[in-house]
């Protein structure tokens, strides 16, 4: 089998998914390397699949296992590996996938019991690893509000490493209307605050029912307008030297605390 060239028109209208207007046209993004490739073929998202001759050698069964599903599998040359990659060294597995965000209201249909809602998040590499770490937690979903990142952004696909397509991931430019919803579904509302009047060490009691934590952006943290429609701040007790937290540590660690309270409370109801 001959490998296509960077200049095939296949491979040229796959490059041009690095930019966001020609996603948002096509409906389209890339997911590279073997993670999130293979979360997107569990998923069912992929329209196609490229490799390299590298990659086909490396990831033999990932690259058989999409031609069984009937995706078109294409070798591509090194030259287009690259192109098509976004890293130095590109893997050399490149899948274009239909676009994951859905509308809030199909997040909010499915009574979530624990959503993550960054707010105003600007960079893709946090934006990922929260999305990682609100699938390790096991959260119902990530709502991304007001003007924020691409979830499809190459960076935050691979930051969070497949997890893009195991969470519902919603965007809702609208901050006020995002925690209108949230609260009209009957969740509780939870803004992280270094100033918060609950800490988090005693929270645990907030965290039994239905909750959004609400997380700040990384330069300017959570407007306070946005913190006070919380229906409670909460402060992370820092006990070493430490000024502060970025946002995917905070995030992090309020949504774990979070989860384990929830699910302590399952196991205890079976």
């Known amino acids: 089998m001959d490998a296509l060239s960077e200049r095939n ?68 040359s090194d030259r287009a590996a690259a192109q098509l990659g976004e890293t130095v060294t590109a893997p050399g597995l490149v899948a274009v996938c239909e676009l994951i965000d859905v509308p809030l209201a199909e997040v909010l249909a499915t009574n979530p019991r624990m959503l993550a809602v960054p707010v105003e998040i600007a960079e893709p590499g946090n934006a990922g690893t929260l999305i990682r770490v609100a699938d390790a937690v096991g959260a119902d979903g990530v709502v991304l509000a007001g003007d924020t990142v691409d979830p499809h952004n190459g960076k935050c696909v691979r930051a969070s490493a497949g997890s893009l397509f195991h969470v519902p991931i919603a965007r809702h430019r609208d901050v006020a209307g995002t925690l209108d919803s949230l609260a009209a579904a009957g969740i509780t509302l939870l803004a992280t605050a270094a100033n918060g009047e609950v800490d988090l060490d005693e929270a645990d009691q907030l965290f039994t029912g239905p909750i959004a934590w609400l997380f700040g952006n990384e330069a300017h943290g959570l407007d306070p307008a946005v913190a006070a429609r919380a229906d409670h701040r909460i402060r992370i007790p820092i006990h070493g030297r430490a000024e502060s937290l970025n946002l995917a540590a905070a995030a992090s660690i309020c949504l774990y605390a979070s989860s384990r309270v929830q699910h302590a409370k399952t196991a205890r109801a079976e």
Not at 45 to 66: D, M, Q, W
């Open 9 to 76: 028109p296949r491979v040229v209208s796959a490059v041009k998914l690095h930019r966001g207007v020609q996603r948002r046209k096509a409906g389209l993004f890339l997911a590279e390397g073997a993670n999130s490739v293979a979360a997107a073929l569990d998923t069912g998202r992929v329209r196609e699949l490229f490799y390299s001759a590298g990659a086909a050698a490396r990831e033999h069964e990932l690259v058989a296992g999409a031609v069984g599903m009937g995706v078109r599998a294409t070798l591509v």
